[in-house]
């Protein structure tokens, strides 16, 4: 075979599966994404949040993983953490919200957004990380696993390392609707016809007890649904007369069958626009 054909061979080849992209910059912003074919991570400097002050009945999962969070960016011991719990209750919007707190008291924390469908890769991810002078949120946001996936095993890699043991400078954040990471049906399913019920499901069912913290989320009250909203008007400046407001994110809230953080988020955009004011 000639030269020429060897070469446009290996450059097809180089199409076909590019070499990763060197680590960025770590110093230059706070929050990355990882993504693969190629890896590489890339920076995102404007992460989508709000302010720690505007997450409302979330007082006690809030200060226990502020707490966890400055342990962990002081090089002090600190857990994974899953919190769980009802839709729109802000899991995820916590969990970005106390990054910024934390960031904003001078620790060198950063945060690593990783989408489930990329589990495989973390332990690629992990050798980018584990040698870089600073501390990692490594954070999965809406996990949560079905009867025939199996990535909840390259979680594993985070969350009890292997051989060669977690990055002493990673922490797993992940979200998710279940407590335990897979449908109540799909636990039941799977003891009820497997020769060894309780084997069957304990591999998966206890993934979730490998997070050392556990921050449940719960369906919020109308008076916790209107102080959210109370909080967003006071933060963007917009003034409404209270019977108004009230009325208005009452019957809102009923044509959507459901009271939440995201809810009361969705009105407020709302109610912006109608008063002519810019988010």
Not at 22 to 35: K, R
Request: charged fraction near 25%; proline fraction near 6%.
């Amino acid at each position: 075979m000639s030269d020429d054909a060897l070469e446009r061979i290996a450059a097809a080849l180089e199409r076909m599966s590019p070499p990763p992209m060197p680590a960025p910059d770590f110093s230059a912003v706070d929050a990355f994404a990882w993504h693969t074919a190629p890896d590489r991570l890339e920076p995102v400097p404007r992460v989508a949040r709000v302010d720690l002050s505007l997450l409302v009945g979330v007082n006690r999962a809030r200060d226990i993983l502020l707490d966890n969070t400055e342990h962990f960016a002081r090089g002090l011991p600190a857990n994974n953490a899953l919190l769980w719990g009802s839709r729109g209750m802000g899991k995820s919007s916590l969990v970005k919200a106390i990054h910024a707190a934390v960031v904003a008291k001078g620790l060198p924390l950063k945060i690593v957004e990783l989408s489930r469908e990329d589990l495989p890769s973390v332990q690629r991810l992990l050798k980018h990380l584990r040698g870089a002078p600073f501390r990692f949120i490594l954070f999965c946001d809406d996990l949560s696993f079905s009867h025939d996936d199996q990535h909840y095993k390259s979680l594993k890699a985070v969350l009890d390392g292997g051989i060669e043991g977690r990055p002493e400078n990673v922490i797993l954040y992940a979200t998710s609707n279940r407590r335990h990471l897979m449908p109540r049906d799909m636990i039941e399913n799977e003891r009820s016809t497997a020769i060894s019920p309780s084997e069957a499901v304990e591999e998966k069912v206890s993934l979730s007890d490998r997070f050392g913290l556990w921050l449940g989320f719960h369906p919020c009250s109308q008076d916790e649904y209107l102080e959210m909203i109370r909080g967003y008007c006071a933060a963007h400046g917009l003034t409404v007369p209270e019977e108004e407001l009230r009325a208005e994110a009452i019957e809102w809230q009923a044509t959507r069958g459901a009271r939440s953080g995201r809810v009361a988020w969705q009105f407020f955009t709302d109610l912006a626009a109608r008063h002519g004011v810019a988010l």
